[in-house]
Every structure is written in structure tokens, then in C-alpha cells.
């Protein structure tokens, strides 16, 4: 803000230094103007030039709060100044009134009723001429019709007169006052000494008494010089000097103007104001101009550095090139990135300059397919090895200014990564080789022990069958438990690994009745259910259901399923089989009410020697190779599914959907909706609608 003109920083110093600074202005308002009412024409109502119109208006823009108080000082001393020199009271008061009003009008349409009047772009310069002929307009309809009620001056007379020295001295003094110090541009002295002598010594030419050639345009160009070149204070001075120059040599009888000066001279004065008006407008407009250019400049340049810092220094190549006329490729920008990609430390000027030959058979980049797509203009990835990197590169057309095609290139450094990817899968086929190695071992030693428990469960049997003692017949019944229950984990042991090998071989398929099947597995758990008092129901159609698939491995996967719904059912529970016939297949449910699987605990009961922990877990015998082996089964050899739904409270119930046909697979999951409810067992709906006997 301190950056603004005169006006501006006083609009914002301290409150006495304004309040000082402006009465001083308004002071000055009063003897400038008694000065040109002084020196006026002998026998003219109005004065040949008005420079106090300028300073009026600076003291009302500096003034904060209300520029009506700072306009009403412009009055007070406009009325004094003409009273002191004896004017009419009428023409006194009217003039006074004029002249604040006017200063109070420019200077709130030039700062828009704000703080600050700038003269920075071309918008504020129009802005201020817009203010100068508001102004202007003022001070000659006010003026004029006081002249003609008071002195019967007539109106159009008194109207250009005071508009043209009135406008001519704002458009010349206040820009003074409201050029922004930031627009000090750096000035190179010799330039301004003699651009200043070029402008004098035009001014003096073309106004130096005697000669009055018709040549008033000819300054114009010295001071275009100076507004292309100099600061906008300058222009501004620069102004100043030739109002003074022109006004007073004409005066003198010099210049186009100086022959009026003689026979009539408000017709001399209106024509220097109109020249002035002229050349300030210009001048100030080109200043404007120029400033505005000057900022675009700054802000494309800091913003292409910017752009530059983060292209520049960045891992990733950029190339940016254009296909000029057709059939050259001028590379704009490229970073070190980019080059190092291409082969290169340093951007050949052929690149840039010239640009490089896209015909056939020419190279362009020396990278072959890179080439080639230029050529043919056509987007493409690719990579590129060079000096033991590997790049991976993104070339992409545009569509640039006109006609012309913008072709960018993107080299992305992937060598680490190709290196993590390299890695990763290393490790990975190393742990799959683990894996291998470590279920060989398993098997082979599940095999080894095969062979002893076979020979000690057979002389166990003998042992059972044998007339023993009551200590040797218990000893003998924990033997023969212990020695079945490793039996059975040998062969659960040996059956998980024969179906986790990949070339785990399929048993032959036959046709047979599903329902028969089921019955016969309920009747092989009695055993285990007679045992812990639990029942065991099977629900079914009466019609036989035929399915061609494995019934041993079936038979393996109701068995287990069986075990697990007889095991954690309580004492005197119910176990119910259901057996339906679905769309695509057979889906048989073991429901059974004991403590059920809690919720977070579902998806781990697939995997091997998961065990829940819990009280009414713990103390039910098993090693966890069950439903691993089940959804083995099921999935891998008999192409269905198997889902568990529990509550978690009030019981479990496992359903199993086998394929009409084992080689038509049913897809995983079966049922949208049922799968969710694995995890919310509530929502799942026990099957007792079905249609059963
Ligand atoms: P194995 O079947 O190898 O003799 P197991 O029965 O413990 O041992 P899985 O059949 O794999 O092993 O079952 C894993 C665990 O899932 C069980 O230990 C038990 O905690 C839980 N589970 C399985 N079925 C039921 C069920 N019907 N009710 C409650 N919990 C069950
Ligand atoms: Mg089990």
C-alpha cells in the first residue's frame, strides 16, 4: 500500500501528518488559484489555465473519511483566492462551489470511493480520464451558469473554456500525485538525458516564437519514448514540463497556437489545453499499457520458473518438442532426466534450433521404436535400457496452438522397481519351495508311522479280543484309543497332503443316491453319538436324489461334518440332516445346538490345527485337520461349496452343495446373500421350510 502514489501514502500515514499534508494541499489550491485569476486575460471570466484543479483533487483523495470536509476546505480558499483579487461576490461563490464539487467528483470516481487512485494499468488510466471529463464536465456546467446569471456570459463560451483548462491541468498535475512508486522501472541515465533534450529541444522547436508551423504533433514522439521506456513518473513529469514549455511559449506568440495568442487568445489557450489533453492521454495510456505488459511478464516468468524448478530437478524425464511445418520435430524443453534416457549430457542445438528431419529412414532420437512413432504420430509406451537403467517411457501428441502438434515424452525410472518386482518373485518361489519341501516331509513321515500304528492297532485288537485282568484290559483300552486317534491324524495328515499337491489325482465318479448315502453316515456316527447321548436326524425328500461324483470323498466330508455337530452338541442334544435338491445341485445341511462358532472366528476354522479357544472347545477332542480337509474336499475334488453359519450362541450349522454332476462346478460364492450371512449368522435362515418328510 505504501507502494501507491503521493495520494495513496498519505491516505495511510499517521493522522497528523495527513491532516498536515492536506491542509498544506488545499493551501496550495488557494494560491495557485489566486495566481491564475491574478494573471487571467484582463476582461476574461475565467482563467487561461487552472493547475489548482490538479492539487484540489489530491488533497480530496488523500483525505480519509470524508472527502466532503477536505472539498469544502477546496471552496473556503477558492472563494478567498477570487475575493482577494476583487472578483464578483457572485461569480466568487459560484467558482468556489465549482471547483469542489469538481475535485470531490474526480477524486471519487478515480479511486471508485476507495482509498487508493492508482494510474498502475490501463484499466485505472481509464479510469482517471473517465474522472478528468466527469470532472471537467462539472466544473463547466457549474461555472458556465454561474457566469451567465451573474456577468451574462454566454454559456457554451464559458462551458469549453473551463472544462478544456480545467481537464488539461488534472490529466497534467494529479497523475504527479497518483503514479505508484512500484513502477520505478530501472533507467538507464544517458537514455534520460537524452530523451529529456529530445523532448525539449522538439517542444522548443516546434513553440519558439517566430515560427508557426503547423508541426504541434511532433513531441508526440518523444514522449511515446518516454512512455515506453520510463517510468510512469517520469511520463508524468515529463508532462508537467511540457505544459509549462507550450503554455508559456505560446503565450509568447510562439508555436501553431501563437498566432491566437495575438487576435484572440481563448482561442489560443483552448488550443493548447486540447493539445495537452491529447498528449497526456496518450502518454498515460502507452505508460499503462506498458505496465500491464511488464506485469504479465513478471508473472509468466515466475511462473515458468516454478514450473522449471519442479521439471528441472525431478526424477522423471520430460521432453516437450513440436512437430513444426510438417516434418520437423523442434524439441522446447527437455530436463537432464530426459537426456540422460536419450544417451545425451547435453541438448544438441539441432534439437532446439533447427529441429530434427522426421522423414523415413532419418533418425531422430536414435531410439528405434521412439523414432518411429514420431513418425508415424502415433501415442506409445515403451522401455529403454541405457547404461544399465531401465526407463519406461510414455510419449503422448497434443494439440498445439493452430495447426501444430505438441509431442511430449515422460522417462520414468524403473529400475528400482523392476528390481523390488525381481525380488518379490524370488521369494516368493522360494517359499513355495519351502512349502513343497516342508509337506514332502510331512508326508513322509506320516507314511513312516503309518506302518508301526497298523501293526500296533492289530495286536491291540488281539490284546481286546484276549481274556484279560481288570488292569490289563483298561491298560489295553488306552492303548487301543490313543493308537486309533493317531491313526486318524496320520491319515487326516496324508489326505491334506494328497489334496493340497496339485496333482492330487481325482477318483473315478459314479452315480448313486445322495439321500441313501447320508443315512448311511448318520448311522456310522451312532457310535460316537450313542456315546454322548446325542441324537441324529435325517430330513429328506422320500425320492431318491442321484448325483454322478466320489461318494468316498463324500462320504469323508459328512463324516467329518457329522463328527464336529456330535462332538460340540451338549448332552442329549439333536443333530438333524437335511438333504434338498436345488438348481444345480444337492445341498445337504448338518444343523446341530451346541455352542456355535463365534463370528470372528469363522474364517479361521478352514485353516489347518485351528482350534477355537474357549471352554466349551477346549475340553471336545480333535486336532483341527477336519474342515480344512472338508473344504479341500469339496471344493477341489467334488466341485461344490461349503459354508459354515453360526451365531456364535445357539449352534452351527454346515451346508455343503455338491453338483448334480462333480465336472460342473459350482461356482464360489454360491449365494450372494448366504455368503454375507457367514459372518452374521443371525440373518441365516434354517432350513426347516424345505419340502421333507
Ligand atoms: P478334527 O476334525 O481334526 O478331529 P477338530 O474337529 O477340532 O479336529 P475341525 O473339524 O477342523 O477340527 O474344526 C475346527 C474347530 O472349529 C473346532 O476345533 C471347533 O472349535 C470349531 N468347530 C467346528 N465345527 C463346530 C461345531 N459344529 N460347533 C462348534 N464348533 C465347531
Ligand atoms: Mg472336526
Known amino acids: 500500500m505504501g507502494q501507491g502514489g503521493l ?151 464559458t462551458f469549453f473554456s473551463l472544462a478544456a483548462s ?55 514522439v518523444a514522449l511515446l519514448w518516454a512512455a515506453f521506456r520510463l517510468p510512469t513518473t517520469l511520463v508524468a513529469i515529463e508532462l508537467l514540463l511540457l505544459t509549462v514549455l507550450t503554455t508559456s511559449l505560446t503565450g509568447a506568440g510562439g508555436g501553431p497556437f501563437g498566432p491566437y495568442a495575438e487576435s484572440d487568445p481563448r482561442v489560443a489557450s483552448l488550443l493548447v489545453q486540447i493539445f495537452l489533453i491529447v498528449h497526456a492521454g496518450a502518454a498515460l495510456f502507452v505508460s499503462a499499457a506498458r505496465n500491464d505488459w511488464a506485469n504479465v511478464l513478471t508473472q509468466l516468468g515466475a511462473r515458468e520458473a516454478l514450473l522449471r524448478g519442479g521439471i528441472v530437478n525431478s526424477d522423471t524425464g520430460i521432453l516437450i518438442a513440436e512437430i513444426m511445418d510438417g516434418d520437423r520435430l523442434r524439441v522446447v524443453g527437455v530436463n537432464p532426466t530426459a537426456l540422460r534416457a536419450l544417451g545425451r549430457d547435453r541438448m544438441p542445438p539441432t534439437w532446439g534450433v533447427v529441429g530434427l528431419r522426421i522423414a523415413r529412414d532419418e533418425t531422430i532420437f536414435g531410439v528405434a521404436e521412439l523414432d518411429d512413432a514420431v513418425r508415424r504420430r502415433e501415442a506409445a509406451r515403451l522401455e529403454l535400457d541405457r547404461d544399465g537403467r531401465r526407463f519406461e517411457v510414455d510419449l503422448a501428441l497434443h494439440d498445439g496452438a493452430g495447426d501444430a502438434t505438441v509431442v511430449t515424452m515422460v522417462f520414468t525410472d524403473v529400475t528400482a522397481r523392476n528390481e523390488r518386482e525381481r525380488r518379490a518373485l524370488d521369494a516368493a518361489d522360494r517359499l513355495r519351495e519351502l512349502n513343497r519341501q516342508k509337506d514332502d516331509f510331512i508326508a513322509s513321515v506320516s507314511h513312516e508311522l503309518r506302518t508301526p500304528v497298523t501293526s500296533i492297532l492289530g495286536f491291540v485288537e488281539d490284546l481286546e479280543s484276549a481274556d484279560l485282568g481288570r488292569g490289563e484290559r483298561q491298560a489295553t483300552e488306552v492303548i487301543a484309543r490313543n ?69 468316498q470323498d463324500v462320504t469323508r466330508v459328512l463324516a467329518n461334518l457329522l463328527s464336529n455337530a456330535v462332538k460340540f452338541s451338549t448332552r442329549g442334544g439333536l443333530v438333524e440332516m437335511f438333504v434338498a435338491a436345488e438348481d444345480r445341485g444337492v445341498r445337504i445341511d448338518v444343523v446341530d445346538h451346541g455352542p456355535g462358532i463365534p463370528p470372528g472366528a469363522l474364517p479361521h476354522v478352514w485353516e489347518r490345527f485351528y482350534r477355537i479357544e474357549g471352554d466349551r472347545h477346549r475340553d471336545v477332542p480333535g486336532t483341527g485337520l477336519g474342515l480344512p480337509i472338508v473344504r479341500a474336499l469339496v471344493e477341489q475334488r467334488l466341485g461344490g461349496v461349503v459354508e459354515l453359519h453360526s451365531d456364535g450362541r445357539t449352534g452351527t450349522t454346515a451346508r455343503v452343495l455338491l453338483p448334480w454332476d462333480r465336472d460342473t462346478r459350482i461356482p464360489r460364492p454360491y449365494d450372494e446373500r448366504r455368503d454375507a450371512a457367514t459372518e452374521y449368522g443371525d440373518e441365516f435362515d434354517q432350513p426347516a421350510a424345505i419340502g421333507l418328510s
Open 483 to 551: 493308537a486309533r486317534r493317531l491313526a486318524d491324524v496320520i491319515e487326516d495328515v496324508l489326505e491334506l497332503g494328497t489334496l493340497s499337491s496339485p496333482a492330487s489325482a481325482a477318483r473315478a465318479t459314479s452315480e448313486f443316491d445322495v439321500v441313501a448315502l447320508v443315512r448311511h453316515c448318520a448311522q456310522d456316527t451312532e457310535g460316537l453319538a450313542v456315546g454322548r447321548e446325542v441324537r441324529i436326524e435325517v430330513r429328506s425328500a422320500d425320492a431318491p436324489l442321484m448325483i454322478r461324483t466320489v461318494p
Open 7 to 157: 495520494a495513496t501514502q498519505l491516505w495511510y500515514a499517521t493522522p497528523v501528518v495527513r491532516r498536515v499534508s492536506i491542509t498544506a494541499l488545499i493551501l496550495l489550491v488557494g494560491v495557485v488559484s489566486y495566481a491564475s485569476v491574478a494573471f487571467r486575460e484582463p476582461g476574461s471570466p475565467v482563467a487561461a489555465w487552472w493547475p489548482a484543479a490538479g492539487v484540489a483533487v489530491v488533497a480530496v483523495l488523500a483525505s480519509r473519511g470524508s472527502r466532503v470536509m477536505a472539498s469544502v476546505g477546496v471552496l473556503v480558499v477558492a472563494v478567498a483566492a477570487n475575493a482577494l483579487v476583487g472578483r464578483e461576490p457572485g461569480l466568487t461563490i459560484g467558482y468556489g462551489i465549482a471547483n469542489a464539487a469538481e475535485a470531490y467528483v474526480v477524486a471519487q470516481f478515480a479511486s471508485r470511493g476507495g482509498p487508493e487512485a492508482r494510474l498502475d494499468s490501463l484499466r485505472d488510466v481509464s479510469r482517471f480520464i473517465g474522472a478528468a471529463i466527469l470532472g471537467a464536465i462539472t466544473i463547466g456546467v457549474i461555472g458556465s451558469v454561474t457566469a451567465f446569471l451573474v456577468v451574462g456570459v454566454d454559456i457554451p463560451t
Open 166 to 220: 480545467h481537464g488539461s491541468a488534472i490529466l497534467v498535475v494529479a497523475p504527479i500525485a497518483l503514479v505508484s512508486r512500484r513502477l520505478a522501472r530501472g533507467v538507464n541515465p544517458i537514455e534520460l538525458v537524452a530523451q529529456i533534450g529530445v523532448l525539449a529541444g522538439l517542444v522548443l522547436f516546434v513553440f519558439w516564437p517566430g515560427n508557426v508551423l503547423p508541426l504541434a504533433f511532433v513531441p508526440l
